[in-house]
């Protein structure tokens, strides 16, 4: 299928919200708002855009109700038929592309949720509390101090979240000093592939298309490095992740290296986007930072907030299993059907005035780790860094939160992310 889907012809024409590059602009509410309001399930057509082909086009779920239902509904909506990003795999990658537990489906997605749970057992995350509160600290004065002997500009994201993220993540996995930045290289590679700043110039094919990301040629180093270290931990254990891993028995060796896949690239990415995300917010809301620096607010309802209104995840793709309808639109099997996690965290039907930045609102059923059967496994730990980090900001960075200049956005249609945030914090005038 290509072109035009037959329900959506003869409809008005719909907003675009598909192309990366609009994303290096802000999030575009004006045309999620569009949808949501007009064209709840929109069909989106995919051009060839920065060298990756034209896909066959899908159907965006802009309305919380809707992008809940589709999540939960895995019968329906499937992560194992196309996996879950909205470009189409390579037919012959599919097959190494289901065996990641984020593009299977009940039961098999349950079995694997279960083995590697055991390793991210609360106890063992919140061992880190001290940790990542000192680090938060130690990173924020640090480049607080070294803003103040240059011009009074800090970037939080060079200086501060992008380092704050992986060496927490690292610890966690228990991977050596040595080795880390390997992780913050895959995970630029594989999350910021449509932005040429982080990915470089893609690799091509024999056909001179780019080659995926996510394919098996392009991870074989972070395989290999994986059952490394899988490896050495079985001869050196340590409470940490990959021992845990390393030493279950039911996990097999392919198994194993798509867990560190999943845990490196979605473990760091989650806090690298949310955490810069929030710190963003925070400098267009001066009355909001007030509050949270008056300890007006709770920290653990101020991060909801903050992750409602900058979630570090924009679209997650299924694939309809079965004929059905959605908002009153059929959907045939084979469609694809992509949740916009940032339009359904600013439905004005579920979040009372949802453009403001309210620290206190409660309840607050954001969708931004996701819902249903594949609800992030990391939450749990990413709000506990997020907790830390802002905790510390709140007392270290000045009052207000002043922006040097605008930071600069990830080209992506996937990630939510900041490249830079700099903020002016000695010698503002």
Known sequence: MSGQHPEAAGRAAVPDVFDPRRYAQGIPHDRYRALRDHHPVAWQEEPEVLGWPAGTGFWAVTRHHDAVRVLRDSSTYSSYLGATQIRDPDPDDLPFIRRMMLNQDPPHHRRLRVLVSRAFTPKRLDRFTAVVRERARSLLTRAIARAQTTDGICDLVAQVTDDYALLNLTDLLGVPDSDRSLLLHWTQRVIGYQDPDEAGTPRLGTDA?????????????????????????RQHPDDDVMTALAMDPELTEPELEMFFFLLVVAGNDTVRSAAPG??????????????LRAAEVRLTTAVEELLRRHPPVLTFRRTAAQDTELAGTRIRTGDKVVVFHASANHDER??????ALDLSRSPNPHISFG??????????????????LYDEARSALPDPLRLASPP?????????GLKTLPVRVAGSS
């Open 209 to 233: 298309k780019p080659i995926n990301p996510r394919s098996p040629a392009s991870l074989r180093d972070m395989f290999d490095y994986a059952l490394s270290l899988a490896a050495h931990k």
């Open 278 to 291: 929030g710190l963003h917010l925070l400098a267009q809301h001066p009355d909001a930072y007030r509050r």
């Open 371 to 388: 819902d249903g059967p594949h609800v992030c496994l990391g939450a749990h730990f990413a709000r506990l860094q997020l907790r830390a």
């Open 408 to 416: 600069r956005r990830l080209v992506s249609n996937f990630i939510n």
């Open 350 to 355: 579920v979040f009372h005035d949802p453009y």
